[in-house]
């Protein structure tokens, strides 16, 4: 629905923004005209479709068909809207922009494949229009977001919705709401003839619940006495965080004549409300002020005005509380960032850094859509739109977004929305909490066959330590948190120790199953060869890089302090036998040693030196002689090597090597969440 040129937008619910009237009783084209123009959209499609029938006159024919399209589109039937404006598309001299408003009508009835190419046949009839791309851009956006994972729920919450326009709620003492409505409980006797409904009223829901519980009862108006809600329009509040200042709009003027809508301030005295002030820069008598709404601190107050010299049809602006002055500041407009050439509404200022609010100048999925914008260096970063299921092709708007965090840190709340074509309801909203699990099987590396009671150890951002059980069949089991790194192995006695793997759940936007599945090697009476010992011609001193290999054998023997290991070291096959077998045996005591050095009982370890009898590679050579005299400095290099061999799985430390066995100290784990605010004293403004 196009919302432009409107009088009363803030007030009356933007499905119904332009009105109704009553019908006319005259059918002449003039009179059509005049209802049309004075925005009695009802009146002027009652009185063109009499026309349209009789009309010879082709391009007058085309202009009316276009007009009946205007209408329907303005009272929110985008479906015939759409239908007329395929019917005028296809008449002589028709206004180009028919194109454009067909596009948009399929668009907002979230046909987007047929828009993509309504919005191409705009493009041919205008093509320096830039609507063209910026709508075939959103409509393949909107398919994206309508398929991607979503953490929103999104309900219709309907004890505050009636079978009348509700929208724009608002937090209130004790979790209560707030909310506008034009349902019959209305003040005035008299149907608002824009709308054909009643006036626009306040309306409160209050929390009867007890202990934290939010249990809210039937809506009741925020006032009986008149003072708030008048015999015409009042709606979109905000409240000082102590809920005795209230801000809200009222339109058409006291006696309902205005042509203007203005932010009123209110303030509690005891249990009732005072009188309401006009806010000193609502001065002029033809600019449209409203949706009103105060940052936590309550020094600033963001509201939407048709004021001159901004960026589109309606702009967000911010006033400014002077305290020495005990005044509020001169608008000041939130520029490019934010406004655009179209409408831009219903501001809610969630944190002093983070701004949510409405717009349809923005790319996104219809008509209004409800976007966020975080300040950074004092500057408005390009709004974020909030995708389905939050966003239609319909309009949404007046989102109010939970300060308490009780659901996903916040991410909870309400906003209004016509989709459906129903009238506007408030709906609730929630991001389901990120989850994430870990989970796998221990298999038998040989047999495959599943290992019960095996240890996983998780190391979390290489400080804290979990363990969890393999159970029967296998498998573990473990609830990871977010914005963590894991690391995951398996242990069991008589196995090796499994590979290690990983997990991160480091900016991950959705909830995520993480599969690791483990394999334990049984200890076998073979040689080992632990890649990566090897020595320089002639050496029997160990590399850096050696030593690396060897605290992976040292985990080992501490992991499993029962064994005991046999270190077999090797020679090429240059030099004599018996130097050879004295080199290899020195090769093997300096493992022995370095091991011991780092607490590992030498009767645990067994060095044997084989010289060259277990040439890995066929390089065999003596006195001069043989294949090996042929092979590279490569090959002979994969011969000076260090294996070993578990040789037992019955060692037991004495009571003078105690002091070697590892320490158990006891597992960490991740601290308690810290609160990252504290109680702050409350500052009271006096507005």
Known sequence: ?????????????????????????????????????????????????????????????ADITYKIGHCYRQIGDFAKAENYYTRASKLPTIDPEVFYYRADMLKRLEKYEDAIIAFKDFAREMPSDP?????????????KWKNDKTRYVVDNFKILNSKFNDFAPMYYVNNSLVFTSDREES????????????????????????KGVIKLEKPVSIDEDGIVNTKFNEGVVTFD?????????????????????????????????????????????????????????????????????????????????????????????????????????????????????????????????????????????????????VNTG???????????????????????????????????????????????????????????????????????????KSDASGGYRYDLLPENEYSVQAFKKFHFDSEIKYVSTVGL???????????????????IELEGIYYDLDKYTLRAESMVVLDSLYQLLINHPYIVIELGSHTDCRASYEYNQVLSENRAKSVVEYLEYKGIPADRMVPIGYGEEQIANGCTCEDGEGPGMACSEEQHQQNRRTTFKIIRVDYQYREDQLHLLPKKEPKKAPPPAEKKKEEEKEEEIEY
């Open 509 to 527: 936007e959705f909830s995520e199953d993480f599969i690791r599945d483990l394999y334990l090697d049984p200890f076998m009476p073979v040689d």
């Open 394 to 468: 319909w309009d949404d708007f007046s989102i109010i977004v939970d300060p308490g965090g009780t659901i996903a840190k916040g991410y909870s709340g309400y906003f209004a929305s016509n989709r459906g074509g129903k009238g506007d309801d408030i709906y609730h909203f929630y991001m389901t909490p990120l989850k994430y699990t870990l989970s796998g099987t221990i298999f038998n590396l040989r047999t495959k066959e599943v290992i019960p009671d095996a240890t996983v150890k998780l190391i979390i951002n290489d400080t804290f330590e979990i363990e969890v």
């Open 187 to 210: 003040q005035g006797n008299k149907l608002y003839d824009w709308t054909y409904q009643k006036h626009t009223d306040i309306y409160v829901s209050n929390n009867i619940g007890k």
């Open 131 to 143: 609507r063209a791309e910026i709508g075939i851009k959103s409509c393949e956006d909107a398919i």
């Open 241 to 389: 965080r102590r809920f005795n200042t209230m801000f809200y709009t009222q339109c058409n003027g006291k006696d309902g004549d205005g042509h203007n809508c203005q932010i009123f301030v209110i303030r509690k005295k005891g249990k009732v409300w005072g009188q309401p002030e006009i806010m000193p820069f609502c001065t002029d008598s033809f600019i449209k002020f409203g949706h009103p709404s105060l940052s936590p601190d309550g020094n600033k107050l963001y509201f939407a005005s048709d004021m001159p010299g901004g960026y589109g049809e309606h702009d967000l602006y911010v006033s400014s509380y002077v305290k020495r002055g005990k005044t509020w500041s001169d608008p000041v407009n939130l520029g490019p960032v934010i406004n655009t050439p179209g409408n831009d509404f219903y501001p809610f200022s969630y944190t002093e850094d983070r701004l949510y609010f409405s717009s349809d100048g923005h790319p996104g999925m219809g008509g209004l859509d409800i976007f966020y914008s975080d300040k950074a260096n004092d500057e408005w970063t390009t709004p974020v739109n909030l995708k389905s299921p």
């Open 1 to 61: 629905m196009n919302i432009r040129n409107q009088v009363v937008i803030y007030v009356i619910s933007v499905s119904l923004i332009l009105g109704l009237f009553g019908c006319g009783s005259s059918s002449s084209l003039e009179k059509a005209n005049t209802a049309y123009d004075l925005y009695q959209f009802h009146s002027a499609l009652e009185m063109y479709r009499k026309l349209v029938s009789k009309e010879r006159d082709k391009r007058l024919k």
